[in-house]
């Protein structure tokens, strides 16, 4: 299982980024996919999930009305759509995929948010 998230960098107050994450080495239709983040000196925390289909989706209340999960599953690419972006949304983010009971991780990108 590999996991690669790309589409990180610094943006204003305001602005806008869209994170994307590409898979392989699974059967990514099949499973959820989440979205966590990581901000300095704090502990990882849970952003988003996206249902098997792209159907079913959750976000942490913090983003709720700003960021949008979305997937396609003919690229094996997971997204996280992030508007009116925050300084305190500044953090590495990362996808994670759940395989087998197993959790991967991808190695995340970073996301400043500052003017």
């Known amino acids: 299982v590999q996991l690669v998230e790309s589409g990180g960098g610094l943006v204003e107050p305001g602005g806008s980024l869209r994170l994307s994450c590409a898979a392989s080495?699974?059967?990514?239709?099949?499973?959820?996919m989440r979205w966590y983040r990581q901000a300095p000196g704090k502990e990882r925390e849970w952003v988003a999930v996206?249902?098997?289909?792209?159907?079913?989706?959750n976000y942490v209340d913090s983003v709720k009305g700003r960021f949008t999960i979305s997937r396609d599953n003919a690229k094996n690419t997971v997204y996280l759509q992030m508007n009116s972006l925050k300084p305190d949304d500044t953090a590495v983010y990362y996808c994670?995929?759940?395989?087998?009971?197993?959790?991967?991780w991808g190695k995340g990108t970073l996301v400043t948010v500052s003017s």
């Open positions: 994670k995929a759940s395989v087998y009971g197993r959790e991967y």
């Open positions: 996206i249902g098997s289909a792209g159907s079913n989706t």
């Open positions: 080495g699974f059967s990514f239709a099949n499973y959820y």
